[in-house]
C-alpha cells in the first residue's frame, strides 16, 4: 500500500475512533441527558456496487460492499471501535440487510437469496433469486424480497424453502423492489419503479396504497419517519405508526444521494434512529469488456451505461449483443453492434423481458417474458451482481460485462438524530 493510502486510511480510522468513543460515552449517559446530532464520515475501500449499504438495527455495525485483493465481498464495521473486514463467502454480494437481532446479514450473490452470521460460519442458501433487488427480515423469521426487479414480492423463512407469492397487487408486472418491514412487523414500505411510488403493504395483502412519490425507494426510520431521495436530495418526512400514513411536511437532510438503475437509494437506518447514506453519481454503470484468453483487456464497446446491462449474448457471429437494460422502471431486450456500440431496443412490452439468447442462425432471439406474477422461465444463466460473459465464435476471446469500480464517496453517518415532530 503506497504512503498516501496509508494515511489516508490512519486519518480515516482516527475519526472513527474518536467519534466512536465520544458516542458510546452518550449512549451510557443515558435518555435524560441531551445528546446533541453527530455526523460522521467513514471511508471504506473501492468499491463498484455504492449503493449496497445497511446499518445494523442495533446501530452498533455497518455492512457494505467493497473491493480488496481483487475480491468484491461484504464487509462489516463496528461503529464503535472503527474495526472493519470483510466476511467470508461473500463474494459477488449485493444489496445487504440485516437480521432484526443485528446478528447475521441476508444478501444475494450468484443467483441465490444467502445468509452470512457474524461468527464467522460460512454463508448458507436461503432460496433462489434472480437478481433480487432488496430484502427485509421480521421478528417471526419471515423475509420478504423478489426474484427480479420486474417481479412481485415474494416471502420465505429465514430458514430456507420455496419462496411463496404475496397476495397480487395493482403494480403486479411493473416490479416490486427493496421492501422494508415496518415495527409491527406485518406492514412494509417497497418501491414500484415505473410509477415512482413509495408503497405500503401488508403480508396477507389486505392493506396496499402509495405513500409518496420518490426517484428511489424509501426507509422507515424509527420512531417515526420515512427517509426517500427525490432530486437527489434525501428527505425526513414524519410517518403517524398508528395510522400508517406521512404526515406534515418533509425537511431535507443531505444531497447528492447514490441511487441504483434498478431503483435502489444508498440510505439506511437503525431501529436506534441513526442513519447512513452515501453521497455519489448516479446510478450504478455498467461496461461491455473485451478480454483475451489470458485474462487481459484488449478494448472496451461503447460507454459506460446507467440503464442496468445485464444478461448478455453474443450473436453467433460476434458482431451483436443482445442484453436486457432497464429505462423507467421497464426491463426489455436491447441489442448493440460491438464496432459503434450504440445500443437499440429490441423489445418494447410493458412486461418485463429478461434473458435472450441467440438462435444458431444469429437471425433470432429467444427470451423470456413474465405475464403472470411469480412465474420465471430464465433461458441463461444470470452471472452474478459483479459480472458476466460470452465467448466469442472462435473461442478466443471472451466479452465481459463488468461493473465500474470507483473510489465511492465516504458512508456519512446521522448519529443521535432527533425524530421529526408529526
Not at 420455496?162 to 397476495?167: F, G, V
Not at 426510520?221 to 404526515?247: C, K, S, T
Not at 410493458?350 to 412465474?375: A, E, K, N, Q, Y
Request: aromatic share 8%; charged share 20%; glycine share 10%.
Amino acid at each position: 500500500m503506497r504512503r498516501h493510502e496509508r494515511l489516508v486510511w490512519i486519518a480515516a480510522l482516527a475519526l472513527v475512533v474518536i467519534v466512536a468513543a465520544a458516542w458510546s460515552t452518550a449512549r451510557r449517559v443515558g435518555p435524560l441527558t441531551p445528546v446533541p446530532e453527530r455526523r460522521v464520515e467513514l471511508t471504506t475501500p473501492p468499491t463498484a456496487d455504492p449503493i449496497s449499504l445497511a446499518i445494523s438495527p442495533d446501530g452498533e455495525k455497518l455492512t457494505y460492499v467493497a473491493t480488496a485483493d481483487g475480491r468484491h465481498q461484504l464487509w462489516v464495521r463496528m461503529l464503535e471501535s472503527g474495526s472493519a473486514r470483510p466476511l467470508r463467502g461473500t463474494d459477488g454480494a449485493a444489496f445487504p440487510f440485516w437480521s432484526p437481532d443485528s446478528r447475521t446479514i441476508g444478501f444475494f450473490a450468484a443467483e441465490k437469496l444467502r445468509r452470512v452470521d457474524l461468527d464467522g460460519s460460512e454463508p448458507k442458501v436461503i432460496g433462489p433469486a434472480i437478481i433480487g433487488p432488496g430484502g427485509t427480515w421480521n421478528r417471526d423469521g419471515a423475509i420478504l424480497f423478489a426474484m427480479v426487479p420486474d417481479s412481485p414480492l415474494l416471502r420465505i423463512s429465514e430458514n430456507g424453502g420455496e419462496p411463496a407469492l404475496l397476495q397480487a397487487t395493482e403494480s403486479q408486472g411493473h416490479g416490486e423492489r427493496y421492501p422494508q418491514f415496518l415495527p409491527d412487523g406485518r406492514h412494509f414500505l417497497y418501491f414500484v419503479a415505473e410509477s415512482r411510488s413509495v408503497m405500503l403493504g401488508s403480508i396477507d395483502g389486505t392493506d396496499r396504497r402509495m405513500l409518496l412519490n420518490a426517484d428511489a425507494a424509501a426507509v422507515f426510520a424509527p420512531p417515526a419517519n420515512v427517509l426517500f431521495v427525490r432530486g437527489g436530495v434525501l428527505y425526513a418526512q414524519p410517518f403517524d405508526v398508528a395510522r400508517l400514513a406521512v404526515v406534515g411536511e418533509p425537511v431535507s437532510l443531505a444531497t447528492g444521494i447514490a441511487i441504483h438503475a434498478f431503483g435502489g437509494a444508498a440510505v439506511s437506518a437503525s431501529a436506534t434512529g441513526s442513519v447512513a447514506y452515501r453521497t455519489g453519481p448516479a446510478p450504478q454503470e455498467r461496461q461491455f469488456v473485451w478480454f483475451d484468453r489470458s485474462g487481459t483487456r484488449v478494448s472496451a464497446v461503447g460507454q459506460r451505461d446507467a440503464a442496468g446491462p445485464l444478461n448478455l449474448s453474443l450473436s453467433p457471429d460476434g458482431l451483436r449483443v443482445a442484453f436486457t437494460r432497464t429505462i423507467d422502471g421497464n426491463t426489455g431486450v436491447w441489442i448493440t453492434d460491438v464496432e459503434r456500440g450504440i445500443p437499440r431496443r429490441f423489445t418494447s412490452d410493458l412486461t418485463p423481458d429478461i434473458c435472450p439468447v441467440w438462435l444458431p442462425d444469429g437471425g433470432s432471439l429467444l427470451f423470456s417474458r413474465m405475464p403472470t406474477p411469480g412465474v420465471f422461465a430464465p433461458l441463461t444463466a444470470q452471472g452474478g451482481v459483479s459480472f458476466e460473459y460470452d465467448v466469442s465464435r472462435d473461442g478466443q476471446k471472451f466479452l465481459v460485462n463488468t461493473l465500474v469500480e470507483q473510489a465511492p464517496a465516504p458512508i456519512s453517518l446521522i448519529l443521535n438524530r432527533k425524530p421529526l415532530l408529526p
